[in-house]
């Protein structure tokens, strides 16, 4: 099974979110959101603990992706 977590900035300024992802602790992740240029995407792994940082530039967005 594939699980996404997602969230979008609807606000014109950046902002930090902490999200509790307790229920995937340990879980390796992809996190794509946006890089460089206008149609830039990253994507990076982490690991998802208790409390994991996503900052947001505004009116952006991200999708995590976990494999179980």
Known sequence: DTWYVAGINGENKA???ELDL???NGQNLS???QG???KGLKME????SK???VTLAGNDGFVM???F
């Open 45 to 48: 792994k982490i690991v998802a």
């Open 31 to 33: 996190l794509i959101s």
């Open 51 to 53: 409390t994991t940082k």
């Open 22 to 24: 307790s229920f995937l």
């Open 15 to 17: 902002k930090s979110i």
């Open 65 to 67: 992706t976990t494999k």
């Open 36 to 38: 460089p240029g206008v």
